[in-house]
Antibody
Framework: EVQLVESGGGLVKPGGSLRLSCAAS????????MNWVRQAPGKGLEWVSS????????YYADSMKGRFTISRDNAKNSLYLQMNSLRAEDTAVYFC????????????????????WGQGTLVTVSS | DIQMTQSPSPLSASVGDRVTITCQAS??????LNWYQQKPGKAPKLLIY???NLVTGVPSRFSGSGSGTDFTFTISSLQPEDIATYYC????????FGPGTKVDIK
């Protein structure tokens, strides 16, 4: 059974930093692209960042670029999101999500539909 | 950046009704369009990918169509368990979610 478990959320002051983790199990982690998506309280979904299976392709939403860093450790089956210079508007539930695994001709799409999601971890940025 | 719009929102319908949600992209995204269902307090669930492909295990009352800039998501016969917010998402150029359509029972 595929499982994604986020951790590392909490209360942080504006300008502070936080590192989120996502522990994956039940599938070959090193074969799939991974993503972070967030949802502010009462709001819609907002894509944060994506990373392909071997970390050769990394993408960020414009509002996170330069402040957030996505990474993965395939040996530890883990995905990370380092968040710096946090702002009040970064307050949200952060979900990690696995890509669907769409590949063609031996090459997998660097950005994919997300078919497994964790339960999310809440990040609150407030003084 | 590609912008996504959805209509209507919200949407009220009766059990058994056919429900249709439209999603429009600000530029041609071919068929790189997915639909997600999110129930309150839960993570989103992928229902349809690449505009019309039903994810394994998703009931056949859900369907999707469209290409280019205009897409449609349909529930052929609304069930009480379908009460949720539905999001379209493009992945032709990075990723953008639509604003969501909240579906409830009339």
């Amino acid at each position: 059974e595929v499982q994604l478990v986020e951790s590392g959320g909490g209360l942080v002051k504006p300008g502070g930093s936080l590192r989120l983790s996502c522990a994956a199990s039940g599938f070959t982690f090193s074969s799939y692209n991974m993503n972070w998506v967030r949802q502010a309280p009462g709001k819609g979904l907002e894509w944060v960042s994506s990373i392909n299976s071997d970390s050769t392709y990394i993408y960020y939403a414009d509002s996170m670029k330069g402040r957030f860093t996505i990474s993965r450790d395939n040996a530890k089956n883990s995905l990370y999101l380092q968040m710096n210079s946090l702002r009040a508007e970064d307050t949200a539930v952060y979900f990690c999500a696995r890509g669907l695994g769409l590949c063609s001709g031996g090459s997998c799409y660097p950005i994919q539909p997300m078919n497994y999601w964790g339960q999310g971890t809440l990040v609150t940025v407030s003084s | 950046d590609i912008q996504m719009t959805q209509s209507p929102s919200p949407l009220s319908a009766s059990v058994g009704d056919r429900v249709t949600i439209t999603c429009q992209a600000s530029q041609d995204i071919s068929n790189y369009l997915n639909w997600y269902q999110q129930k309150p307090g839960k993570a989103p669930k992928l229902l349809i990918y690449d505009a019309s492909n039903l994810v394994t295990g998703v009931p056949s009352r859900f369907s999707g169509s469209g290409s280019g800039t205009d897409f449609t998501f349909t529930i052929s016969s609304l069930q009480p368990e379908d009460i949720a917010t539905y999001y379209c998402q493009q992945y032709d150029n990075l990723i953008t979610f639509g604003p969501g359509t909240k579906v409830d029972i009339k």
